[in-house]
């Protein structure tokens, strides 16, 4: 073997090498030199674009010279342990196939010299090249690319002495035109923050591992990871913090997989990986707890001068028990990582043909809302809030489903489906709509002649449309068209799965209806762990007390302790308390007595259609003003 620096060669092997005639030489070197025109020029054969660069590199050489009759190049990859060039074009061999092991010999010689020469007969000549075909006499190795693509391209002669009196400087430009050819698909196929594959080059190695996973009869675990809690990182921060967040969970996670599996970076905080030769679900299993554990129990990470600690949500499907192409697994990871995202984040979930189900029903279910709103069959509603000693405080506003034959569907139904996308917002835009259209209309409210309080109308709001940027623009075009609506009746009412997304946006949100003069309160109150929270960060008028614990209170000692102690806060913060769920007069009993102020059950009134309203206040007023106990008032909603 001779190495070669400079492109002339420091010795020969075997004895001396023939002397070539310098025609022979001109006229060698100038068929090389033509090869390198050809390829640089656009091609003006018909689909010659089509044909990789390198591939038609190796083309030309063995086309152009009689001596060279061998061209092809070898991409390392260490998940192989044989690797076969991608592409080879000889007069003299079938199939070429170099041990991993030798390839990276190969490859750490080269790292120092620009080429290597070997002699087939020499003794020193790895077995791998000498099987290469019987009529060489000779091949040279030149590296390209670097890391995370490596590559080695071979030439052989069937002349010995060839490469010496040829000269390897008319091979250094193909060589140079390797590394190009490597940076321009790492670009391609590599996340350019992280260098991890991306979501092209991951799908390609899905696909063949899938298949290796069939032949071995092994499983193949496919897997999405997402950080949460990344947006605010984001939002809060800067992008430059974000960016070093991902590059640092990048170093983590590569860290705990295999050398045999892979991870990738689909885009966002999103990861993808796969996990290969498992015998069983539980070897799944352990290695994501390894993995959400990894994120979990890592320091604080700085970014931007600010420690941040994430957490992550991981979905798994299991190939070939989910017997999909590369496509439907991530789409079913992707479900799964869904799942844990709902059942509160820092878990996994595992993909079955039940979430399959789910999520159909959830396509019809979005489908059947879109149809109701188009077809004016979504109606609100309203359910009666009053104060415990007598007075109404307000309505709050709840959507229904109604079909065409008249019956009622209950939001618990299609709830899921008002949270997405832009359905969201025209569901939300809707009811803001006909509440304040029917608050301005109905002639009991006190705002119009200014005698008594304001009326409250309290407004749902789905998450999604409470954190989209049009949010405050819809309520500030409401307001417009109701100019004769005091904005202190509406009432923007949201639960902790919005603050759980983005705290600091609800809390702008919020803020800004309050320089509107709109209201805001806080639903299901003592149901997460964030609420407390929420009371310190958000400027809220009213908490509600979730139904859970009233409707309890009066046989569980905790539920007990639970509505006191939230309504000692509440006084404490001069923040209006309602009790959700009362449904008896002893429950109202016990709520006075631990100082609640409000009540909203079926105690006082079910929900009811906009058109029974005004009978059931004068109703109501008249029951205050003859101490007869409101629960003879309560209004049945029909079914």
């Not at 390198?36 to 054969?45: D, K, S």
């Not at 539920?559 to 509440?570: K, L, N, R």
């Amino acid at each position: 073997m001779v190495f070669d620096e400079s492109g002339e060669h420091k010795r020969s092997l075997g004895g001396a090498p023939p002397v070539f005639p310098h025609a022979q030489v001109d006229a060698e070197r100038l068929r090389i030199f033509r090869v390198l025109l050809a390829v640089l020029a656009p091609p003006a054969e018909e689909n010659a674009h089509n044909i990789p660069l390198l591939h038609r590199i190796c083309l030309s050489l063995v086309a152009e010279s009689d001596a060279v009759r061998l061209a092809c190049y070898v991409i390392l990859d260490d998940r192989l342990d044989d690797l076969t060039p991608e592409f080879v074009a000889a007069a003299c061999v079938d199939t070429l196939c170099i041990p991993r092991s030798d390839a990276r010999m190969f490859w750490s010689l080269l790292q120092s010299h620009a080429s290597a020469h070997y002699i087939i007969d020499d003794p020193d000549t790895p077995a791998c090249l000498k099987r290469i075909c019987p009529e060489l006499a000779e091949l040279v190795l030149f590296p390209f690319g670097a890391n995370p693509m490596q590559g080695i391209g071979i030439v052989g002669a069937v002349q010995r002495g060839y490469f010496q009196q040829v000269g390897l400087d008319y091979f250094a430009a193909f060589t140079n035109l390797g590394d190009l050819i490597l940076s321009v698909r790492t670009l391609a196929l590599r996340d350019s923050l992280t260098g991890l594959p991306n979501r092209a080059l991951f799908l390609d190695r899905l696909l063949q591992n899938c298949g290796d996973a069939r032949r071995s009869e092994r499983l193949l675990g496919v897997a999405l990871l997402d950080l949460d809690g990344f947006k605010l990182v984001n939002d809060r921060y800067g992008h430059g913090a974000g960016d070093a967040i991902l590059r640092q969970v990048s170093e983590i996670l590569q860290s705990v997989i295999r050398p045999s599996d892979m991870l990738a970076r689909l885009g966002g905080d999103e990861f993808a990986m796969f996990f290969e030769g498992i015998s069983c679900s539980g070897e799944i299993e352990e290695r994501c707890e390894r993995l959400l554990a990894a994120l979990h129990n890592a320091p604080a990470i700085m970014a931007d001068g600010h420690l941040i600690r994430l957490t992550a949500s991981l979905g798994v499907t299991v190939f070939p028990w989910d017997d999909g192409d590369p496509e439907a697994l991530i789409r079913h990871a992707d479900l799964a990582l869904y799942a844990a995202k709902a059942a509160g984040r820092d878990q996994y979930r595992m993909h079955t043909t039940d979430l399959d189900e789910a999520l159909r029903q959830s396509h019809l279910t979005r489908d059947m809302v879109k149809l109701a709103l188009e077809e004016g069959r979504l109606v609100v509603h309203y359910q009666p809030i009053v104060m415990i000693d007598g007075g109404i405080l307000g309505f709050e506003a709840l959507l229904r489903l109604r079909y065409e034959d008249g019956c009622l569907l209950h939001p618990a139904e299609f709830l899921q489906a008002l949270d997405f996308g832009n359905l969201a917002r025209s569901v939300g835009c809707f009811v803001l709509e006909a509440v304040a259209s029917q608050a301005e209309a109905w002639a009991f409210n006190p705002s119009r002649d200014g005698s008594g309080p304001v009326l409250r109308y309290s407004v749902n709001v789905s998450a999604h449309h409470l954190l989209s940027p049009f949010f405050i623009e819809d309520v500030r075009a409401t307001l417009n068209r109701h100019p004769h609506l005091d904005p202190a009746a509406l009432e923007i009412e949201i639960t902790e799965s919005a603050p759980l997304r983005d705290l600091l946006s609800v809390q702008k949100t919020l803020q800004a209806c309050l320089d509107m003069g709109v209201r805001s309160a806080l639903d299901d109150f003592g149901t997460g762990a964030a609420s407390l929270t929420y009371l310190q960060k958000l400027p809220v008028h009213a908490l509600k007390i979730d139904q859970s614990f009233v409707r309890n209170m009066a046989q569980d000692p905790k539920d007990y302790a639970i509505v006191s102690g939230v309504t000692h806060v509440g006084r404490l913060l001069g923040i209006d308390v309602i009790a959700e769920g009362a449904e008896t007069l002893d429950d109202t009993r016990i709520l006075k007595k631990l100082g609640c102020q409000y009540v909203q059950g079926y105690v006082v009134a079910h929900a009811m259609p906009a058109a029974d309203i005004p009978v059931w206040v004068k109703k109501y007023t008249e029951s205050l003003l003859t101490k007869t106990p409101s629960s003879k008032y309560v209004h049945k909603e029909s079914s």
